[in-house]
C-alpha cells in the first residue's frame, strides 16, 4: 500500500501543478492578482504532497520491501540502517524523486514566506515554478516512476554500490541538490519579472535571499563532495575535473555571479537586463548538469543508469525550458528599462568585471565538459581532463581573486583610481612581501600556478578584511561581515589548493609488517595486516603507527574492503589530522615476499580547502541574516511609527 | 565621460574577454585533450613521444611482470591487432586483470613503452570506461572484436 500511496500523492502533486499554472495563467492575463490568495495554498499542498512522496519512499527503503523494483535493485537487508536510509537517493529514480521534492517544497517556501514581491510577480513566479515542475513530474511518472512493484517480490535485493556506502551519502546529495534545484526559484522568479516587466531594485531584493539561500547550500554540498572524494576514492586529489563535478561546479559559477550581479540591482537599480540573463542561466546550467548526469552519456559513479529513452526526455525538457526562457528574454528585454548609469572606476565595474570572469569560466568548463562528446560525434574518442581545466580556469580563477581584492575596497557610482590605489597598499604590501619572501626561498620548486596562488592569497586573506579598517566592528552590519568572511574563505581555500599542489610529499612503498618507512619527518611503522568484518563487508586492515618528533604516536587503519553485494573492492583510506595538514594513507595490493603496497601522502595544510569553502557558506548564512534582520527591523519600526501616529 | 561612451567601453572590454576565452579554450583544448588510440591505432598512425594519450585495450594473458621495487609492472596492452608494452608505477585498480580490459592514461617513453600515470579499469559490473563499450575478449582467439 505504501508504494500506491506514494504514486498516488506524485499524480496529485502534478495535477496541483497543473493547476497552479492555470490559475497563475488566468491571473495574469485577466489582470486579477487576487488569483494570488488561491495560487499560494495550492502550492503549498503540492509542495506538501511531494515530501509525503519522498517519505514514503524512505520508508519503503527503511523497510527494505522487496515488492518494490527500486528497492530490490538499490538496497539490501543486510545494509546498516543509515545506508538503506541514504540508499533512497543513491539511485537513479531516488534521486529525480528528490529533485522534484525540493522543487515542490521550494515552491510552497515562496508561496508561504515571500512577501517583499508584488502581487503579480508573485503570481508569475508561482506560475513559473509549476511550469518547470510539470516537466519533472512527467519524467518521474512517464520514464522514470520510483514506485514500480516487481512481482512476485525477490527474496533479497542487490545492494547499494559500495563507493556510495559513506555516511557523505546522508548529506551531500540533499545539500548539493538544494542548492541545484534551489536556483529554480531564481530562473522562475527571472520569468515571472520578464511578464510582469517589473525587473527593478525591488525586484532584486525581494529575490536576493532566495539566491543566497540556495548559492550556500550548493557551497555546503560542493565542499561536502570534495571532500568525501578525496577520503572515499583513495586517489590524494580533492577534485578530479570529473564532468559530474563540473556539473555542480558550472551552477555554483553562475549562482556567484549572480549573486555579485543581483546586489548591484538591489542597491544600485543596474543591470536589470543581464541580472535576469544570469537568473536564467543559473538554472540552465542546473539542468544542464542533470542532463549530462542522468542521460548516461557520462560513465562515472554518478550515472546510474545507462538509458538512451530518459536522455532525450530529458533533453527535451532543457531545449523547452531553456529555449522557452531565452525567446521570453528576447521577448520582453525590450520592455525592461534601461538602468542607472554608473562611472567606470566604481563598484559596479568591479562588479561587472567578478560577472564577466565567472562567466568566462564557466563558458570554458563547458566547452571542456562537452567537447568530448562533441568529437565523438565525428568519430574521434578524447578525454579533456584536469591538464585542461587546470591551465584555463587557473589563471582567470587568480584573476578574479585579484579583483575581488580591489571590488570591496571601491565606492558605489563613483571613485578615484589614487583614492583605490591608496586602500590596496596594504593588501599589496602583504603581497609583496610574501611574493620576495617565497621567491627566495622556494623559486623553482614549486610550479607557477602554486607560488602566485599562495602569494595572491595572502594578499586575498589581508584584502578581505580591509573593508573592516577603522570601521567600528560593533556597529558594522552583519552583510559586511558576511562578505568579509566569505571572501576570506576564499582566500584560506585557495591557500589550502596552492599549499596541497605546491608542498604535498608522496611516498609508494611495498613494505613487510614489521618495516619503517621515512616521509616528510613522519616515521610509520607497518605493524601487521588483520582480517576484520562489518555489516556487509570483510577487509584487509593495516595497522600503522605514525609518530613525527615528539608528537605521541597515533594508529592508522587503511583497509581494503569486499563487498558481497554487489561483488566489488574498495579502499578506506587512513587519516591523520594535525594543525598543519593531513597525513594520508592507502593500503594497496600484495606484492611478493610478503610485501604491501602502501601509498603515503603527506599534505601540508589540505584541510583549509574545505575549511575555506565551509568560511564561504559561512560568510553567505551571515549575509543572509543580516539583510533579513534588517528587512524585519525595518518593518517593525514601520507599524510602531504607523501606531504612533493612529 | 559620457554614459554611452562608458557602455561602449564595457561592451568592447567584453567582447575583447571573450574572444581572448574563445582563443584561450581553443589553443588549450589542441595541447591538452588526450586522444584515445588503440594499440593498432598507435602502430599505424604514430604517437610522438611524450604526448598525453589515453591508450585502451586488453591486457595480455601472462604479461602482467612485477619489479622487484613491489610497486612498478609491466604489461602488455593489445586490441588483437597490435600489442604495445607498458609500464604503471602505483596501485592498479582491483579489476586489472590479464585477459580484462583496461585504459591506460599517460605517453610513450623514447625507447617506445607506455609510461601510464593513471589506470582506469572496470570499477564493477555497472562501470565500465566508456572506451571500452562495445567491446569484447574472446576467450579462444584472443581477439578483441566489436560487441555489436
Redesign the interface.
Given at each position: 500500500m505504501i508504494a500506491e500511496a506514494g504514486l498516488a500523492a506524485l499524480w496529485l502533486a502534478a495535477s496541483l501543478a497543473l493547476l497552479q499554472l492555470a490559475l497563475a495563467t488566468l491571473g495574469l492575463a485577466g489582470g486579477k492578482s487576487d488569483l494570488l490568495g488561491a495560487v499560494r495554498p495550492v502550492a503549498v499542498a503540492q509542495g506538501v504532497l511531494t515530501a509525503v512522496a519522498f517519505a514514503l519512499l524512505i520508508t519503503l527503503f527503511m523497510r527494505s520491501d522487496m515488492s518494490v523494483l527500486l528497492v530490490v535493485t538499490n538496497s539490501h537487508s543486510l545494509k546498516p540502517w543509515l545506508y538503506k536510509f541514504a540508499g533512497t537517493w543513491g539511485n537513479h529514480e531516488g534521486s529525480m524523486l528528490l529533485w522534484v521534492t525540493v522543487m515542490g517544497v521550494a515552491g510552497a517556501a515562496v508561496a508561504l514566506f515571500e512577501r517583499a514581491l508584488s502581487r503579480a510577480t508573485h503570481m508569475a513566479t508561482l506560475g513559473g515554478q509549476a511550469a518547470i515542475s510539470l516537466g519533472f513530474y512527467a519524467f518521474l511518472l512517464f520514464a522514470s516512476n520510483p514506485f514500480a512493484r516487481l512481482d512476485p517480490p525477490a527474496v533479497d535485493g542487490q545492494g547499494l554500490?559500495p563507493?556510495l556506502q559513506d555516511p557523505g551519502l546522508a548529506f551531500h546529495p540533499p545539500t548539493l541538490y538544494l542548492g541545484y534545484v534551489g536556483l529554480s526559484v531564481a530562473f522562475s522568479f527571472a520569468v515571472g519579472a520578464l511578464l510582469t516587466r517589473q525587473v527593478d531594485a525591488a525586484f532584486a531584493r525581494a529575490m536576493r535571499p532566495w539566491v543566497l539561500g540556495a548559492w550556500i547550500l550548493l557551497t555546503l554540498g560542493i565542499t561536502a563532495g570534495s571532500y568525501w572524494a578525496y577520503y572515499e576514492l583513495g586517489w590524494g586529489g580533492w577534485w578530479f575535473w570529473d564532468p559530474v563535478e563540473n556539473a555542480s561546479l558550472m551552477p555554483w559559477l553562475a549562482a556567484t555571479a549572480l549573486l555579485h550581479s543581483v546586489t548591484v540591482l538591489a542597491t544600485r537599480d543596474s543591470l536589470r537586463a543581464w541580472t535576469v540573463m544570469l537568473a536564467v542561466v543559473a538554472f540552465s546550467m542546473s539542468m544542464v548538469g542533470t542532463f549530462l548526469v542522468r542521460s548516461g552519456i557520462?560513465?562515472?559513479?554518478h550515472a546510474f543508469a545507462v538509458d538512451p529513452e530518459r536522455g532525450t526526455f530529458i533533453l527535451a525538457l532543457l531545449g523547452i525550458y531553456i529555449g522557452g526562457a531565452l525567446a521570453l528574454f528576447g521577448w520582453r528585454v525590450g520592455a525592461v528599462r534601461e538602468g542607472a548609469?554608473?562611472?567606470?572606476v566604481s563598484r559596479e565595474?568591479m562588479l561587472?568585471v567578478n560577472n564577466?570572469?565567472l562567466s568566462?569560466i564557466l563558458?570554458?568548463v563547458l566547452?571542456?565538459t562537452l567537447?568530448?562528446l562533441l568529437?565523438e560525434a565525428f568519430g574521434?574518442?578524447?578525454?579533456?581532463?584536469a591538464?585542461?581545466f587546470d591551465?584555463?580556469a587557473g589563471p582567470?580563477a587568480l584573476a578574479l581573486m585579484i579583483v575581488m581584492i580591489i571590488g570591496p575596497l571601491t565606492r558605489w557610482r563613483r571613485d578615484r583610481i589614487r583614492e583605490i590605489g591608496r586602500r590596496m597598499a596594504i593588501p599589496l604590501g602583504v603581497g609583496g612581501v610574501i611574493f620576495i619572501l617565497l621567491a627566495a626561498t622556494a623559486w623553482g620548486r614549486i610550479g607557477i600556478l602554486p607560488f602566485l596562488g599562495l602569494v595572491i592569497a595572502l594578499a586575498v586573506a589581508v584584502g578581505s578584511v580591509a573593508p573592516l579598517w577603522k570601521r567600528n566592528l560593533r556597529r558594522t552590519p552583519l552583510f559586511t561581515w558576511g562578505m568579509v568572511i566569505a571572501h576570506l574563505g576564499c582566500a584560506v581555500s585557495l591557500g589550502g589548493m596552492a599549499c596541497d599542489s605546491a608542498f604535498t610529499v608522496e611516498k609508494?612503498?611495498?613494505a613487510r609488517p614489521g618495516d619503517r618507512v621515512e616521509t616528510a619527518g613522519w616515521t610509520l611503522r607497518f605493524n601487521r595486516i588483520m582480517p576484520i568484518a562489518g555489516d556487509n563487508w570483510t577487509a584487509l586492515q593495516a595497522d600503522i603507527e605514525a609518530s613525527r618528533g615528539a608528537e605521541e604516536p597515533a594508529l592508522l587503519h587503511p583497509q581494503s574492503r569486499f563487498f558481497a553485494s554487489?561483488?566489488?573492492?574498495?579502499?578506506e583510506s587512513a587519516l591523520l589530522t594535525r594543525w598543519n595538514g593531513q597525513l594520508y594513507v592507502?593500503l594497496?595490493?600484495e606484492?611478493?615476499?610478503g610485501?604491501w603496497?602502501l601509498?603515503i601522502w603527506w599534505k601540508p595544510f589540505v584541510t583549509l580547502i574545505w575549511f575555506g569553502g565551509f568560511l564561504i557558506a559561512l560568510g553567505g548564512a551571515m549575509a543572509l541574516i543580516g539583510r533579513e534582520r534588517r528587512g524585519w527591523l525595518l518593518k517593525w519600526r514601520a507599524r510602531n511609527a504607523m501606531g504612533a501616529i493612529a | 565621460?559620457k554614459?554611452k561612451h562608458?557602455r561602449l567601453?564595457?561592451v568592447i572590454?567584453?567582447l575583447a574577454?571573450?574572444i581572448g576565452?574563445g582563443l584561450?579554450?581553443a589553443s588549450?583544448?589542441k595541447?591538452?585533450?588526450?586522444?584515445?588510440y588503440a594499440p593498432n591505432d598507435v602502430r599505424t598512425k604514430g604517437v610522438e613521444p611524450g604526448k598525453?594519450i589515453?591508450l585502451g585495450g586488453m591486457v595480455v594473458k601472462g604479461s602482467i611482470k612485477?619489479a622487484s621495487?613491489?610497486?612498478t609492472i609491466h604489461f602488455d596492452v593489445t586490441d588483437g591487432k597490435a600489442t604495445v608494452p607498458a609500464s604503471f608505477?602505483?596501485?592498479?585498480p582491483?579489476?586489472f586483470r590479464e585477459g580484462s580490459g583496461v585504459v591506460a592514461?599517460g605517453a610513450f617513453d623514447k625507447s617506445g613503452i607506455f609510461q601510464a600515470t593513471n589506470l582506469l579499469a572496470k570499477?564493477?559490473?555497472?562501470?565500465?570506461?566508456?572506451?571500452l563499450?562495445g567491446m569484447k575478449y574472446d576467450e579462444k582467439t584472443h581477439k578483441m572484436k566489436a560487441d555489436r
Open positions: 554500490n563507493l557520462l560513465t562515472s559513479v548609469p554608473f562611472e567606470l565595474t561587472v564577466l570572469l568566462v563558458g570554458l566547452v571542456g567537447y568530448p568529437t574521434h574518442k578524447v578525454s579533456v581532463g591538464p585542461y591551465r584555463i582567470i609508494l612503498v611495498a554487489p561483488p566489488t573492492t574498495t579502499t592507502v594497496g595490493q606484492a611478493d615476499n610485501r603496497q601509498r | 565621460m554614459a562608458q567601453i564595457l572590454v567584453a574577454a571573450l576565452a584561450l579554450a588549450a583544448l595541447d591538452e585533450a588526450a586522444y584515445f598525453a589515453r612485477r621495487d613491489g610497486v608505477k602505483g596501485i592498479t582491483d579489476l592514461e570499477h564493477d559490473e555497472r562501470y565500465m570506461p566508456r572506451e563499450q
